[in-house]
């Protein structure tokens, strides 16, 4: 199973941008798809943005859309969550995840990068 591990949060003013990064690493493993989540305090995790590896086709949640862009470097087994036009209800942990076969999201999650948004 990969290991995923998220950086690249911070604290910002509302308007503003910042770019998350997810590192897999481990043994040999499959992707399908790579995506980003999120938390914010006292809800549920949501799904922010995915990326399929092998072709790049994307898909964003409509509160992210035009905002936001996930991006892949398929030879450092990275992914990007570039985040532009920051609000502050954008504050939550953000994780990153795998789906190795198009079957759904693995279980395991890794430490998340925390996001604050001042307004």
């Known amino acids: 199973q990969a290991q995923l591990v998220e950086s690249g949060g911070g604290l910002v003013q509302a308007g503003g941008s910042l770019r998350l990064s997810c590192t897999a690493s481990g043994r040999t493993f499959s992707r399908y798809r790579m995506g980003w989540f999120r938390q914010a305090p006292g809800k549920e995790r949501e799904f922010v943005a995915a990326?399929?590896?092998?072709?790049?086709?994307?898909w964003y949640a409509d509160s992210v859309k035009d905002r936001f862009t996930i991006s892949r470097d398929y030879h450092k087994n990275t992914v990007y969550l570039q985040m532009n036009s920051l609000k502050p209800e954008d504050t939550a942990v953000y994780y990153c995840?795998?789906?190795?076969?198009?079957?759904?999201?693995?279980?395991?999650w890794g430490q998340g990068t925390q996001v604050t948004v001042s307004s």
């Open positions: 990326i399929r590896w092998s072709g790049g086709s994307t």
């Open positions: 995840n795998t789906d190795p076969n198009g079957a759904g999201w693995a279980d395991s």
